[in-house]
Nanobody
Framework: QVQPVESGGGLVQTGGSLRLSCTTS????????MGWFRQAPGKEREFVAA????????QYVDSVKGRFTISRDNAKNTMYLQMNSLKPEDTAVYYC????????????????WGQGTQVTVSS
């Protein structure tokens, strides 16, 4: 199995930007569809963005569309989430996830998860 690891979280002011990274162990990164999820305190984990194995198809939740960009560099075994125009509502722990069958907005389709990275947006 793959072992995703997230990094790049931090504290920013409203309107600021962050770039999250997700790396996986081994050289099988290009065999997995990838996704980003987030979970705020007291709330359920929610879908943020997803990207297929080849990086040719992306999907976003409406609340981040136009502000966030998901991408991947298979040669570096790395997936990214560029987060611009951040809002306090974006404050959450962000998780990287991997799926073997298909990219999806449903967390149930992802079998491999990272430990998360904290993103805090101050108002």
């Amino acid at each position: 199995q793959v072992q995703p690891v997230e990094s790049g979280g931090g504290l920013v002011q409203t309107g600021g930007s962050l770039r999250l990274s997700c790396t996986t162990s081994g050289r099988a990164f290009n065999d997995y569809h990838m996704g980003w999820f987030r979970q705020a305190p007291g709330k359920e984990r929610e879908f943020v963005a997803a990207i297929n194995r080849a990086g040719t198809v992306t999907q976003y939740v409406d609340s981040v569309k136009g502000r966030f960009t998901i991408s991947r560099d298979n040669a570096k075994n790395t997936m990214y989430l560029q987060m611009n125009s951040l809002k306090p509502e974006d404050t959450a722990v962000y998780y990287c996830a991997a799926a073997r069958t298909y990219y999806s907005s449903s967390a149930r389709m992802y079998g491999f998860w990272g430990q998360g990275t904290q993103v805090t947006v101050s108002s």
